[in-house]
């Protein structure tokens, strides 16, 4: 295997390697990004992949990001003359994989674009030009020669709607764009060392892939059928081979923990309208969160019987404003007719707007829902500008809000369930008082904590327990800062009133909370006993909380003289 790299002033590089016979990937390295569409915060960059596979035909599947336009068309041309390109598979329409598709085509007019139905609807949209096109589906194959028969898989939702797998029947490599990746640069091609990834890898599933948990599933159902995969080939990080069956064996168990949830919430969003697609997957994430399944569906192409039979199951709707003209307008506002049609009291409905330009109101959307005996989820979200990150804290903090509303009654009947001496026992267990407050960007968050301990003398180090449906879990992934404030015995009471309270979503936390800024950027409680400035370095999974162990950078103790506050509990099976 042979690599070259070549380093740009603004951190961008490009590497390629024989990874098969016949079969070169041309890694685009992104070395510095640290937000990946605003969504969620990246620890160490990214990259976008994309493979030429040469039989008596040649594909390329998927290409790069546009802001690699230059340097990525220079280094495919170093490979190939373009013009020899017979095929490009698109494995999905987003933009930092198709974001060069149209430049591609300029170079190679006669390829064929290859693609699943919606891929090929939204690419006429994007390219605006004449292309020839294959249309494909699960089981269809492609013959470029050679024995390099190309194998497509159905994969929706894996993020987007249109996504699709592609199998090398010959190299056995298994082409998964967005599914089975990660947000991580390196300089390794492959998966070598799974300690350095496996954070990332779960945090990058948790971000996009957990709130289409049973799609997941269904796609690694086909894939189980097409035989020996010696390499999954991601559309971001690096290409899975050493850790293969242990890292897709992750995705298959974490994905079941999440599909058979007892109850189930559906998504209904506008692929390719504004903002749904990245709006519904915040407010879907944030549901997930607490243990609720989701079940996204695409209103533009929404089944009827499909859709009845999803929301007649559902505990929740959550609904995208669908736009109010245009032409999908009515597939839209049919498929919203039918979500009426099926929905049932006492079932809760949340709504969201798209900022796509043309949105159906919400009020009189949110009423005629109200008026079937539906309450509301969350107070509706309203988009007057183009999203940020607030907006998308706002989403998935409304997400988890529904989701608690959900398993509020699980959660009481389980409390009840516990052994009475039992949890008297365990409510023994005493601890201190804390308050941890983090800033990451525009995002901030704060929680009162008594589960913390220190851990370690070098370096020095302590975990705290983080329940997975509190909103600051998002803020403390490896590799975030944040502040633990300790609290005073004699001066915790309005702090610990103020934190305990619940704050609705997008709230600001400090409001009224006298505060400084620590050097890490996170804020200072003012009346604390003392401060300790943080960073994750790792997380461990148990069941309804996440484990996390920080080493302290920095700290200072306000009055020397003062004691912690003790937190003494009763009974052990809830706060």
């Excluded at 002033?9 to 070169?24: S, V």
């Excluded at 589906?137 to 939702?157: C, M, Q, R």
């Excluded at 043309?358 to 959307?365: A, K, M, N, V």
Aim: net charge negative.
């Amino acid at each position: 295997m042979v690599a070259t790299a070549e380093r740009t002033e603004k951190l961008l590089t490009m590497q390629t390697a024989q990874i098969a016979p016949d079969t070169t990937t041309i890694r685009s390295l992104d070395w510095d990004r640290d937000r990946f569409d605003i969504e969620f915060g990246l620890q160490n960059g990214t990259t976008y992949n994309s493979f030429i596979i040469r039989g008596e035909k040649t594909a390329l599947v998927d290409t790069s990001h546009e802001k690699f336009r230059q340097l990525y068309l220079d280094t495919l041309k170093g490979e190939i003359d373009p013009a020899t390109i017979d095929y490009i598979v698109i494995s999905h329409t987003e933009p930092d994989h198709s974001g060069l598709v149209k430049d591609v085509l300029e170079l190679a007019p006669n390829a064929t674009i290859v693609g699943a139905k919606v891929a090929i609807a939204f690419l006429e949209n994007l390219v605006h030009r004449p292309f020839e096109r294959l249309q494909v589906k699960s089981g269809e194959t492609l013959d470029l020669g050679n024995g390099h028969i190309l194998e497509f898989v159905n994969a929706p939702n894996l993020h987007w709607p249109d996504t699709i797998f592609t199998y090398d029947q010959k190299t056995q490599i298994l082409f998964t764009c967005d599914a089975f990746g990660m947000h991580y640069c390196s300089d390794a091609t492959y998966d070598e060392d799974l300690k350095s990834i496996e954070a990332d890898f779960r945090f990058y599933y948790e971000c996009l892939m957990a709130p289409n948990a049973r799609s997941v599933l269904g796609a690694m159902k086909r894939m189980d059928k097409l035989g020996t995969i010696e390499q999954v080939a991601t559309g971001h990080g690096p290409l899975l081979k050493h850790n293969l069956m242990e890292l897709t064996g992750r995705y298959r168990a974490w994905s079941e923990a999440k599909a058979t949830a007892e109850t189930t919430a559906a998504v209904f969003y506008v692929s390719d309208y504004g903002y749904s697609d990245r709006l519904s997957q915040a407010i879907a994430r944030g549901i997930t969160k607490t243990g609720v399944a989701v079940d996204m569906m695409d209103l533009k192409s929404a089944d009827p019987q499909e859709v009845n039979e999803l929301v007649s199951h559902a505990a929740a709707i959550v609904l995208a404003t669908p736009p109010a003209s245009g032409y999908f307008s009515d597939q839209a506002q049919a498929a919203v007719n039918t979500v009426l049609a099926a929905a049932k009291d006492k079932q809760a409905i949340g709504i969201f707007e798209c900022y796509g330009g043309d949105d159906e109101p919400i009020d009189p959307l949110l009423n005629r829902f109200m008026n079937l005996g539906l309450k509301q989820g969350f107070p509706s979200i309203r988009v007057k500008d183009t999203p940020n990150e607030q907006t998308y804290q706002l989403c998935e903090e409304s997400g988890t809000d529904l989701g608690q509303l959900l398993t509020q009654r699980a959660k009481t009947k389980k409390i009840k369930a516990i052994d009475n001496e039992l949890e008297k026992a365990l409510g023994r267990i005493s601890s201190g008082l804390y308050i941890i407050t983090a800033q990451k960007g525009e995002l901030n968050g704060a929680m009162l904590a008594s589960w913390v301990s220190q851990a370690s003398f070098e370096p020095l180090g302590f975990t705290v327990a983080v329940a997975k449906d509190r909103a600051i879990e998002s803020l403390m992934q490896v590799g975030d800062r944040f502040v633990l404030n300790i609290l005073e015995e004699s001066n915790y009471q309005a702090l610990m009133k103020h934190f305990l309270k619940r704050f609705p979503p997008g709230a600001d936390r400090f409001a009224g909370v006298k505060t400084r800024t620590a050097e890490n950027g996170s804020p200072i409680l003012a009346d604390a006993l003392a401060y300790l400035e943080c960073e994750v370095s790792s997380r461990m999974e148990c069941s309804d909380h996440w484990i996390v162990y920080s080493k302290v950078d920095a700290g200072k103790v306000s009055n020397p003289d003062a004691l912690t506050a003790v937190h003494h509990r009763k009974i052990g099976n809830y706060y």
